[in-house]
C-alpha cells in the first residue's frame, strides 16, 4: 500500500507540474518571446500533494472503520476513554472477597498485606477448592467481535511487524520510507534550489499540519485509526526532523544567495525578519527534544515546546502569505488539543502509600472512578511543597491500574516507581502520613490529573475468546486493569473471554508480597464467572537466603511464584490451547496478547507471536499483539510531543 500510494503521489505530482510547465511556455511563445524557463505554482502543487496524504490517511481510515462501527454500536463506548468522573455504583452480592480482604479498598489491600499477610496464605487453602477449569455458562450480552487485519492476513502481518530496531517495526519503516521518497519528490522535482529555494520552505509549511497533528495529545489522526498519541509519536518526530532540515537549508541557500550579490543585511525586511525568527524557533524545538536534553533537562524540553511551538505558527505566518492557511490549520489542531486537555483535567485529592517491596508509591483518587479504559494513562501532577521547589510544575504519565466503575474499588489507583527524582519525592511524601485518626497510613495531597490519554484504541479486549497479558515490573499495571476490566465484564455477561493468563516478571521475589491480596480477590472473583484465570509470577534475581521463598510456600490456586524468565512460547501455546477448548459462544474470536514492560520484553513477546503454531493461530481465530508503553515509571526516551 505504500509503495502504491508513492507512486500515484509521484505521478500525480509530475502530471500537476508538466500542465504548469506547458502552459508557461505557451505563453511565452504566444507573445514571440524566447520560451522561458517554467515556473511551478506552489499553491497548487502542495495543495495536490497534501490532497494525496489525505488520501492516504483515509485508507488507513478506511481500513480502522469496521472495528470503529463495531465498537461504538455499544452507547458504553460513545464516552468511554474520555473524561474522568464519578458515579455511584452500587456493590453486586455475586462478588465476594477473599478470607481477611472484606472491606479493603485497591489500594488498602497491597498496603494492608504488609501486616496480615501471613493471615493469607494461611487461610489460602480454603481457595484450593476453585475450579481452575474453563468456566461454564454464556455471555448474555458480548460485544461485537471484529478481526483485525493482522489475523485476517497472518503471513503479511508477520513480515510488517518484524523489529527492524526498538520502536520500529518494518511497517512503519516502509511507511516512513514512503512518505520520505515523496517528501524529497515533491522538494527537488524540476527546480534549481541553489537559484529558487522557496522551494524548500514551501514543503516545510505544507507539512506543518502533519507535524502537529502527530503531536497532540488528543490526536484526531490517532482517534480516527485507533492509536494512541504515544504510538504516532515516531512519526512525529520523522517528520519534525524533515520539517527542520527543510526549513534549514532553504534560509541557508537564500543567505548564500544574497551573500554573492551584495550583503545579507540588505534584505532583512519585516517578513525576512520573521522567518529568520521561525527559523530560531524551529532550530530550538529540533534542540531540545534530543533525547540527552529531554532525559536530563524534562522541564527545558517542556517549555521551550510549548513557547517556540506557537512562536513558529505565528511568525511563519507573518513571513510569507502561502503559510497562512497551513498555519491556521496547524493553530486550529493545537487549539483543540489545548481546550480538551482543559476540559479533561481535575483537581482533587489522592491518598498516598508507599510500597516498600516495590519501591513505589500507591496513589488512590477515590473521587474519580469511571471514565477510563483499561491500558490507558493519565498526566498527573502534585500539588504539594514536599515535591520541592518546581516540583508541583512537573507533569509525568503513569498507566492507571485500576478499571473504571469496579464495584469493590474506590477510585483510580496509580503505581508510581521510584525511577528519579520527582517520583523520590513522592515516595518520600508517602513515608510520612497524616497525623489523626482514619487517616489510615495515608497521606492526602492535592493533585491535578489530566487524561485519559492511550490505551487499546478500537480493539475491545472483552470480544476475544482468549487472553494472555504479560507484564514486566511496574508494568503490571496495564496487566491489574485489563484484567480486572475482564472480570467485570465476564460477571455482567458482557465478555466473551474464556481464558486469561496473566504473567508478570519481577526482579525480586518480594515484590509479589504487596500484590499477593490483590491477586489472591482477582481469583476469588474469577470463581464467580466463565472466565478462567491464572497468574504466573516470575523472578529473575537470585535470592540470598532461602527464608525469602517462605512466605511463599502455600498461595492461592491458580497463582504460581517460579524462578527464571517466564518462557513465553509455551504458556502462550497453553493460552491457545485452553482457549480452542473452552467451546466460545458463536466459534472462536481469537487471542489477544497485551505486554507492558522493558522495549526487550515487548520484542520478545513479539516474536513469540509470530513463531505461534499456524494450526494454533487458526483454531483460535487470530492471534493478535497489543503494545503497550511503561506508563507506571517516569519515561523521557521518547518526545512527548506537544506538552
Request: charged share 15%; aromatic share 10%; glycine share 10%.
Amino acid at each position: 500500500m505504500a509503495a502504491s500510494s508513492v507512486a500515484t503521489t509521484v505521478s500525480t505530482a509530475a502530471a500537476s507540474a508538466s500542465t504548469v510547465a506547458t502552459g508557461a511556455a505557451a505563453g511565452a511563445k504566444a507573445a514571440g518571446g524566447a520560451a522561458a524557463p517554467p515556473k511551478l505554482n506552489s499553491t497548487a502543487f502542495f495543495f495536490e500533494y497534501d490532497v494525496i496524504l489525505l488520501f492516504v490517511v483515509g485508507l488507513f481510515v478506511l481500513l480502522a472503520l469496521p472495528r470503529m462501527i463495531a465498537r461504538f454500536m455499544r452507547s458504553s463506548e460513545w464516552f468511554a476513554g474520555c473524561f474522568f468522573h464519578s458515579v455511584k455504583i452500587p456493590r453486586p452480592s455475586k462478588f465476594t472477597t477473599y478470607p481477611g480482604g472484606s472491606g479493603l479498598s485497591f489500594s488498602e489491600k497491597m498496603v494492608s498485606s504488609r501486616a496480615d499477610v501471613e493471615s493469607v496464605y494461611s487461610r489460602s487453602e480454603d481457595m484450593h477448592t476453585v475450579n481452575m477449569a474453563v468456566g461454564s455458562g454464556a455471555p448474555k450480552n458480548p460485544p461485537a467481535y471484529i478481526p483485525s487485519w493482522a489475523s485476517l492476513f497472518p503471513t503479511g502481518a508477520k513480515v510488517l511487524s518484524t523489529k527492524i530496531r526498538p520502536g520500529y517495526s518494518l511497517g512503519v519503516v516502509v511507511l516512513m520510507m514512503g512518505y520520505l521518497a515523496v517528501y524529497m519528490y515533491s522538494a527537488l522535482f524540476d527546480v534549481n534550489l541553489f537559484t529558487s529555494p522557496a522551494r524548500l520552505g514551501d514543503i516545510a509549511v505544507s507539512q506543518m499540519p502533519t507535524l502537529y497533528v502527530l503531536a497532540t495529545k488528543n490526536n484526531v489522526l490517532g482517534t480516527l485509526i485507533g492509536k494512541g498519541y504515544e504510538k504516532l509519536n515516531s512519526l512525529h518526530r520523522f517528520v519534525g526532523r524533515l520539517v527542520v532540515g527543510a526549513v534549514n537549508l532553504h534560509a541557508l541557500a537564500y543567505f548564500a544567495k544574497w551573500s554573492q550579490t551584495g550583503s545579507i543585511s540588505e534584505h532583512l525586511e519585516p517578513n525576512i525578519i520573521c522567518g529568520v525568527v521561525a527559523l530560531g524557533c524551529m532550530d530550538v524545538l529540533w534542540l531540545f527534544s534530543l533525547s540527552a536534553v529531554r532525559q536530563t533537562y524534562y522541564n527545558l524540553f517542556y517549555v521551550s515546546h510549548v513557547v517556540a511551538g506557537i512562536a513558529v505558527l505565528v511568525f511563519t505566518a507573518y513571513h510569507m502569505p502561502f503559510a497562512v492557511t497551513y498555519m491556521e490549520i496547524a493553530g486550529a489542531l493545537y487549539g483543540f488539543d489545548r481546550l480538551v486537555r482543559l476540559i479533561q483535567t481535575r483537581i482533587t485529592t489522592a491518598h498516598l502509600h508507599a510500597m516498600p517491596e516495590l519501591g513505589a508509591t500507591c496513589i488512590q483518587v477515590p473521587s474519580v472512578n469511571a471514565g477510563w479504559r483499561a491500558g490507558q494513562h493519565v498526566r498527573l501532577r502534585v500539588l504539594s511543597t514536599g515535591m520541592g521547589p518546581l516540583g508541583w510544575t512537573e507533569s509525568h504519565p503513569f498507566t492507571i491500574a485500576s478499571v473504571s466503575k469496579h464495584p469493590s474499588e474506590e477510585g483510580l489507583v496509580l503505581m508510581v516507581k521510584k525511577a528519579g527524582d520527582w517520583t523520590t519525592s513522592l515516595y518520600g511524601i508517602a513515608q510520612e502520613p497524616d497525623a489523626g485518626e482514619g487517616s489510615s497510613g495515608s497521606r492526602r495531597v492535592k493533585v491535578m490529573l489530566t487524561g485519559p490519554f492511550g490505551g487499546p484504541g478500537h480493539a475491545v479486549v472483552t470480544s476475544y475468546s482468549g487472553a494472555m497479558l504479560v507484564s514486566g515490573g511496574s508494568g503490571i499495571t496495564y496487566a491489574l486493569a485489563t484484567a480486572q476490566e475482564i472480570l467485570q465484564k465476564s460477571a455482567e455477561g458482557a465478555s466473551r473471554s474464556r481464558v486469561v493468563e496473566l504473567v508478570w516478571s519481577v526482579t525480586d521475589p518480594a515484590g509479589l508480597k504487596p500484590l499477593l491480596p490483590l491477586f489472591a480477590q482477582l481469583l476469588v472473583d474469577a470463581q464467580t464467572t466463565y472466565t478462567s484465570l491464572r497468574i504466573s509470577v516470575f523472578y529473575t534475581r537470585a535470592i540470598t537466603s532461602p527464608d525469602v521463598l517462605k512466605t511463599f510456600e502455600r498461595l492461592p490456586l491458580g497463582l504460581t511464584l517460579t524462578p527464571g524468565r517466564p518462557r513465553l512460547q509455551k504458556l502462550l501455546e497453553g493460552v491457545a490451547d485452553r482457549t480452542a477448548g473452552s467451546g466460545g459462544v458463536d466459534g472462536m474470536t481469537g487471542v489477544v496478547v497485551g505486554v507492558c514492560g522493558p522495549p526487550a520484553l515487548g520484542d520478545e513477546v513479539g516474536r513469540v507471536v509470530r513463531r505461534l503454531d499456524p494450526k494454533r493461530r487458526k483454531a483460535v481465530g487470530g492471534v493478535e499483539l497489543h503494545s503497550e508503553y511503561v506508563f507506571a515509571l517516569l519515561r523521557r526516551s521518547f518526545a512527548d510531543g506537544c506538552p
